[in-house]
């Protein structure tokens, strides 16, 4: 039930974008992101709710496929503070849990 | 506004002993979550408190785990006995959301970092 995200990895330079994916063998109510810095706590980055509701962050956005079951996180022009390892977050439209994805470790460098 | 406060830090134990975590949220947030999360691997919810009732514990090893939140504030995470697969960060988290079918941004501690040899 843990949902799976893609790329597990990846590295950028400064300024380009990137796409993080999550995908979830659930029907979801409810898609989060956070980003985790090395031996930091996770912290919020975005909130997306059945019916389109989006709560979020400048800079950072995000889609939401109810249909496909799917989520996906977009970062543009990157700076050198998005590194870390970033989790979506799904609870599932049936049942109360909440799952953490497997994480996407994502460099950028100068 | 102060953040989620965890005690201890780092904890260093023989397998079969106990250990505790202690936890306290931000001021008026209802509910509260436990998590564990091994090196390399995403946060595992082990349990949810909304207020001083548990929502979620489907997760917890409850032959060895137990947690308590009296009064509805601090909360408390016990391992007795530890193994070794229970080295790991044990993060808490709280969230000013009341409702159970829509979960609200969690505000993370600094975690407990336990280590079992």
């Known amino acids: 039930q843990q949902p799976v995200q893609s790329p597990q990895a990846v590295i950028l330079r400064e300024g380009e974008d990137a796409v993080i994916n999550c995908s979830s063998s659930k029907a979801l109510y409810s898609v989060h992101w956070y980003r985790q810095k090395h031996g930091e706590a996770p912290v919020f980055l975005m909130i997306?709710?059945?019916?389109?509701e989006q709560k979020g962050h400048e800079k950072i956005s995000a889609s939401f496929n109810e249909k496909k079951q799917q989520s996906s996180l977009y970062l543009t022009a990157s700076q050198l503070s998005y590194s870390g390892t970033y989790f979506c977050?799904?609870?599932?439209?049936?049942?109360?849990?909440?799952?953490f994805g497997t994480g996407t470790s994502l460099t950028v460098i100068p | 506004e102060a953040g989620v406060a965890q005690s201890p830090r780092y904890k260093i134990i023989e397998k079969r002993q106990s250990v505790a975590f202690w936890c306290n949220p931000i001021?008026?947030?209802?509910?509260l979550y436990w998590y564990q999360q091994i090196l390399g691997q995403g946060p595992k919810l082990l349990i949810q408190?909304?207020?001083?009732?548990?929502?979620?514990d489907s997760q917890l090893p409850k032959d060895r785990f137990s947690a308590e939140r009296l009064k509805g504030v601090d909360s408390t995470l016990k391992i007795q006995p530890a193994k070794l697969e229970d080295s790991a960060v044990y993060l808490c988290?709280?969230?000013?959301?009341?409702?159970?079918?829509?979960?609200?941004?969690?505000?993370f501690g600094p975690g407990t970092r336990l280590t079992v040899l």
């Open positions: 977050g799904t609870e599932s439209n049936t049942g109360n849990q909440f799952y």
């Open positions: 408190f909304q207020n001083n009732g548990v929502v979620d």
């Open positions: 988290a709280s969230s000013p959301g009341t409702s159970r079918r829509s979960y609200n941004e969690q505000f």
């Open positions: 001021s008026g947030h209802a509910t």
């Open positions: 997306l709710l059945k019916g389109g």
